[in-house]
């Protein structure tokens, strides 16, 4: 096996009134497994948001508004917390950048605070999410499961610390599920999934689910905490929400500070899926910024001449500050058509986030594990199969590749290799190949990594998608030991489909080049296979004096040719067809060409080497050539001179 240890840094809608947002699923019945849910993220609208009650500062202002709700998704349990006066303000929360975690760049130049309205630019797409700020911008996919029918949708959040993730409350509190218009059904998500900085720079060339790249990994919620205004009343004057995550995702891809105040304009950001404002298959961060952006505000809210759409919501905006950012706001509704509407980061919600924070440290801060995944951030998804086409018992090379995103050592990591006949590859599947490797330490990345593994004699001839399930005996997020029956969300799957052929390896096996090949006794015929594309069969013979030969390949289907060397591998003579039907043969006979004394080696593959030949006869004949006493062979032709003395 070969491989590389190389250390990886760490990188780096909103609706109208309904917006869809992304998460990470939680824990129900039985776990949904991570390759689906990359398949439902696919296709999940941004998450409905029905328009709500108008409400009065006074009323937003009151305790019976600003309570803090808790939801814990394992037990499906929800707690009010008595209220608590928030005395004075906390001013600017700083914001974290990892140590050597790239920094983007941001535009240039504040406008005047008393500009007009302006008219918007769209966002652009952003696919270099591994520097700061956009690092710390979340992709969610929340499941909602309401009348026994799951409702998948996207939105968007962002670190507000080590472990906690902001965003807009109808992402995580939904006030119609299924969409419907009709609110009496409105609930928590049964299940959140979120993905940091994902983006799709890669593009898919196997399995549909591998366009997304998850640059540091998967994260789900454990924990869901809301106002009572949002979750009772639906005042989007407290439409939003906060995520607590199962690892420390924030202390890998960083967090932008916080400020209760308004600047003129604001930086956004967020990951819209709604078309036709973007196409459809989006899965990267839209980006948006103009001059003197920034409309209008109230005490709760901050009014945007911005284009931000469904998938948007619960995304940043932020202003600089000695060229640091600080959120002021979250995506939170929006008319698609240049205005929309942040809840606007109070002095009370600022303090909520510390408190949070705190509260957390103490009673649910995670463990540190490690976390295997797939890698395909660079242009190169380091994975694929040589060759493509084989039979029952070749063997193939499998190249692999692995990230621990987790925060902890992931010890013996094994491959197991599985023929599967879909991209669904599981346990169940046909185990064809077991590498395991030594240790592998928290962000590091394996690449060009390859191992060999021999197609069994059971499997049946087909087509198979060849993936991996790649584990560690070290405890880890996501259980991964732990997937029988169910694809492992350690899960990957190469590029290129297998083929068997209907060709079971011949036992001469392996005789692909000179320095393999095998001996073949005169009147002894074997039986030989061309199971792979490309495939080439090596015989050597042995001649103890000049003799003639026959070398000669015959079968039921097939199409072959041959080739003769000498001892140094210098071709004597090549034939395709000059056997029965398409096999080959060559024959050196006395008195013309006899091969003399010496050991020749023959090479045989299938014509054009792009098929197969399930089974075919060969076999060499050697008959020694009669001399004269003059020492000419019998049959040589002899030229005779008549002179006169």
């Known amino acids: 096996m070969k491989i590389k240890n190389m250390m990886v840094m760490a990188a780096g809608v909103v609706c109208f009134l309904a917006i869809l947002i992304p998460g990470?699923?939680?824990?129900?019945?039985?776990?949904?497994?991570?390759?689906?849910?990359?398949?439902?993220?696919?296709?999940?609208?941004?998450?409905?948001?029905?328009?709500?009650?108008?409400?009065?500062?006074?009323?937003?202002?009151?305790?019976?508004?600003?309570?803090?709700?808790?939801?814990?998704?394992?037990?499906?349990?929800?707690?009010?917390?008595?209220?608590?006066?928030?005395?004075?303000?906390?001013?600017?929360?700083?914001?974290?950048?990892?140590?050597?975690?790239?920094?983007?760049?941001?535009?240039?130049?504040?406008?005047?605070?008393?500009?007009?309205?302006?008219?918007?630019?769209?966002?652009?797409?952003?696919?270099?999410?591994?520097?700061?700020?956009?690092?710390?911008?979340?992709?969610?996919?929340?499941?909602?499961?309401?009348?026994?029918?799951?409702?998948?949708?996207?939105?968007?959040?962002?670190?507000?610390?080590?472990?906690?993730?902001?965003?807009?409350?109808?992402?995580?509190?939904?006030?119609?599920?299924?969409?419907?218009?009709?609110?009496?059904?409105?609930?928590?998500?049964?299940?959140?999934?979120?993905?940091?900085?994902?983006?799709?720079?890669?593009?898919?060339?196997?399995?549909?689910?591998?366009?997304?790249?998850?640059?540091?990994?998967?994260?789900?919620?454990?924990?869901?905490?809301?106002?009572?205004?949002?979750?009772?009343?639906?005042?989007?004057?407290?439409?939003?929400?906060?995520?607590?995550?199962?690892?420390?995702?924030?202390?890998?891809?960083?967090?932008?500070?916080?400020?209760?105040?308004?600047?003129?304009?604001?930086?956004?950001?967020?990951?819209?899926?709604?078309?036709?404002?973007?196409?459809?298959?989006?899965?990267?961060?839209?980006?948006?910024?103009?001059?003197?952006?920034?409309?209008?505000?109230?005490?709760?809210?901050?009014?945007?001449?911005?284009?931000?759409?469904?998938?948007?919501?619960?995304?940043?905006?932020?202003?600089?500050?000695?060229?640091?950012?600080?959120?002021?706001?979250?995506?939170?509704?929006?008319?698609?058509?240049?205005?929309?509407t942040d809840t606007r980061l109070t002095d009370a919600k600022l303090s909520s986030l510390t408190a949070y924070a705190a509260d957390d440290e103490i009673n649910l801060a995670p463990a540190s594990l490690a976390e295997l995944c797939e890698y395909s951030y660079d242009g190169n998804d380091y994975k694929g199969l040589t060759p493509t086409s084989v039979g029952r018992g070749d063997t193939i090379e499998v190249e692999l590749n692995v990230l621990n995103v987790g925060w902890a050592e992931a010890t013996e990591v094994s491959f197991n290799i599985y023929a599967s006949s879909d991209d669904y590859v599981n346990q169940n599947d046909v185990l064809i190949g077991t590498t395991t490797y030594g240790s592998l330490p928290a962000w590091n990345y394996w690449r060009d990594f390859s191992t060999t593994v021999t197609i069994p004699e059971s499997l049946t001839a087909g087509d198979y998608y060849v993936g991996w399930i790649v584990s560690t005996t070290a405890t880890e997020y996501g259980g991964d030991l732990q997937c029988a029956g169910l694809p492992c969300s350690n899960h990957a799957v190469a590029d290129d489909m297998l083929g068997v052929q209907d060709c079971s390896l011949d036992g001469y096996e392996p005789n692909g080049t000179s320095g393999q090949a095998g001996v073949i006794s005169s009147g002894s015929p074997q039986t030989h296979s061309i199971c792979s594309i490309g495939d080439e069969d090596w015989l050597s013979f042995t001649v103890n004096e000049s003799s003639q030969v026959v070398l000669e390949t015959s079968g039921t289907l097939g199409n072959t040719q041959m080739w003769l060397y000498d001892s140094g591998l210098t071709e004597l003579e090549y034939d395709d067809d000059g056997g029965t039907s398409s096999f080959s043969l060559i024959d050196r006979v006395c008195g013309v060409d006899s091969l003399p004394s010496g050991t020749y080696f023959v090479k045989i593959d299938q014509t054009g080497g792009n098929n197969f030949i399930q089974e075919y006869q060969v076999s060499v004949d050697m008959t020694p050539c009669p001399l004269f006493q003059d020492g000419f062979e019998s049959g040589d032709t002899l030229a005779w001179s008549n002179t006169v003395p």
């Open 24 to 340: 990470p699923p939680i824990v129900q019945a039985q776990e949904q497994d991570e390759v689906d849910i990359l398949r439902i993220l696919r296709d999940a609208k941004p998450a409905p948001n029905p328009p709500g009650s108008i409400y009065s500062h006074l009323d937003s202002a009151s305790p019976n508004f600003r309570r803090t709700v808790q939801y814990d998704p394992a037990t499906g349990e929800m707690r009010i917390l008595p209220f608590e006066e928030t005395e004075g303000g906390v001013g600017r929360v700083p914001p974290f950048i990892p140590d050597r975690l790239p920094t983007a760049s941001s535009p240039d130049g504040p406008a005047p605070e008393n500009d007009p309205r302006i008219t918007p630019t769209p966002p652009t797409p952003l696919t270099q999410t591994n520097t700061f700020p956009y690092s710390s911008v979340y992709k969610m996919l929340m499941r909602f499961n309401t009348g026994g029918t799951d409702y998948y949708y996207v939105c968007t959040g962002w670190s507000s610390n080590s472990f906690q993730v902001a965003t807009a409350g109808h992402c995580i509190y939904n006030w119609d599920p299924n969409d419907d218009g009709d609110t009496s059904d409105r609930m928590w998500a049964s299940e959140v999934w979120l993905w940091a900085g994902q983006t799709d720079r890669v593009e898919p060339s196997g399995a549909e689910f591998t366009a997304e790249d998850r640059i540091f990994g998967p994260s789900k919620w454990i924990q869901g905490r809301s106002y009572t205004g949002w979750t009772d009343s639906q005042d989007f004057n407290h439409d939003w929400g906060v995520v607590t995550l199962d690892r420390r995702m924030g202390d890998r891809v960083g967090w932008m500070g916080r400020d209760s105040t308004v600047d003129p304009e604001l930086y956004f950001t967020g990951y819209p899926t709604e078309t036709p404002y973007v196409p459809a298959n989006t899965h990267v961060q839209y980006f948006g910024f103009d001059a003197g952006n920034v409309s209008g505000n109230t005490d709760y809210q901050i009014f945007l001449d911005a284009y931000i759409y469904g998938g948007h919501s619960g995304g940043p905006s932020w202003a600089l500050f000695h060229e640091l950012q600080y959120v002021e706001g979250i995506h939170s509704t929006s008319d698609r058509v240049g205005s929309a």
